[in-house]
């Protein structure tokens, strides 16, 4: 017998099972998906870094 595995949505921390009958995982629904789409795109939430480049006039892609 296998063991279930469950997660939080990261959305309304909701028990959500992470397998094949959740498609939406680790989210508990579309909805809450979408929220978090959402989210990212307004820039609410971002990945942390130690400079911004769009910040930096002296940014290039080139190594120094």
Not at 1 to 15: F, G, I, K, W
Not at 38 to 63: C, F, L, T, V, Y
Request: charge should be negative; aromatic fraction near 6%; hydrophobic fraction near 25%.
């Amino acid at each position: 017998m296998s063991e279930v595995l469950t997660v939080e949505c990261p959305t309304c921390c909701s028990t959500v099972v992470w397998g094949e009958i959740n498609p939406h995982r680790p989210f508990c629904s579309k909805r809450c998906q979408l929220i978090d789409l959402g989210e990212w795109a307004s820039e609410e939430k971002r990945i942390a870094s130690q400079s911004d480049s769009s910040e930096n006039d002296n940014w290039s892609e080139q190594p120094e």
